[in-house]
């Protein structure tokens, strides 16, 4: 048994602890306990765990991310709600911890987050500044390990197998070390999983945020795993949770007594899949090369929105962003989804192969306004978006179309116009679609 001080970063040996101290099924996430204590700076915080020093793959996500970054910039923010988000008709994208406690959440209507919080902050999202920030957490992961696969721009997988000769400590003491050159050089707290697989590193992420680092070893794996909802397993979304609650299976401990042919004969390949994350079973690496399998914006109306003339104006705008971002990452795609969500609520989408990868406004716009059509039938609508899928390089892109002999004079009328905004910004020219209909 090992323990190591969060705060002074003392890494020692200890007795063996009882379950439920510092040691049970939470796994060391920042046990405070009369039994637990750092023998150096007898600080609290201290994480003591059996396979402290064996285990390796991490799961490192912000705490409130853009909320604290927004706080870290705004000290008179600090003690009080803050979310992050867009307009009265918009979506929250973040809440502080202090928002939280009201019962916000992330994707809540922002109608309802103002309702259950009047007296927080709301602040639009500045992506470029988050993104910023993410920027400079990611070349301090990259200095641990270059096994970094980023999830998303506030979370990522790390594998530090084989680290421990070149640092000179375990993978717990390097990710610890992490958390505090986090907090103390870029001024935003993060929570740390870590276990023998990504599936259960991020389940351990979750347990104690914020500030929190807690472990799930091998041995402990299958009975902390036994009491967990089937919802925690990755893929299972709300259908199948529902589906497979209808067969009375709502614990991964149920799924861990079942046979695999069972479970694979009833649900197909997501039964194995659900078979296997039961049991804590999860072979994918940490793929630090991982590559972006779609590009797509939206947008959320200030007021529902049912004119097919007044969907087509925002769909474009949403096109050139994506256009703008697949240009910048010199990829194309082929594959355009069209999201829709009602008033009520009800997503909707829609997708169309193209006849090969583009890159272009234009081509993604006809594309995505032939799918609005067959939607914008009268219903009223709060929110559009338009994505690019089956992203590949884009040498291969918008080739020349015999059958289509206005394509070229779209293509170059594109690249001039693309020509013209990168000197004098993205404003400089615009089509004549981009200017909203009046009544």
Known sequence: MSGLCRECETFFPTPHIPEGGAAGHKSGQDAATPRARCPRCRSPRVIVHAELEQLSIGHVDCDAFYAAVEKRDRPDLRDRPVIIGGGHRGVVSTACYIARLSGVRSAMPMFTARKLCPDAVVLPPD????????????????????????????????????TAALHKMSPAQ?????????????????????????????????????????????????????????????????????QLAGD????????????????ARRYGQMGSHIWHLARGLDRRRVEPDSATKSISAETTFDIDIADAEALSAELWPLCEKVAYRLKSAGLAGQVVHLKLKTAGFRLITRQTRLSAPSQLAETLYRAGQALLQKEATGDWYRLIGIGMDALQDAQDADPIDLGDPDALRRRKVEEAMDSVRAKLGQDAIIKGRSLKPTK
């Open 127 to 162: 992506m470029g500044k988050y993104r910023r920030v993410a920027g400079e957490i990611r070349q301090l992961m990259n200095a641990l390990t270059p096994l970094v696969e980023p999830v998303s721009i506030d979370e990522a997988f790390l594998d530090l197998s084989g």
């Open 174 to 242: 390097s990710l610890n070390h992490l958390t505090r050159q986090i907090e103390t050089q870029i001024g935003v707290t993060v929570s740390v999983g870590l276990s023998h697989n990504k599936f259960l590193a991020k389940l351990a992420s979750d347990l104690d945020k914020p500030r929190g680092f807690s472990l799930i070893g091998q041995a402990e794996t299958a009975s902390f795993l036994a009491s967990r909802s089937v919802g925690m397993i990755w893929g299972v979304g709300k259908v199948m949770r529902e």
């Open 248 to 263: 009375g299976i709502t614990t991964m401990g149920q799924v861990q007594q079942m046979a695999l042919e069972d479970l």
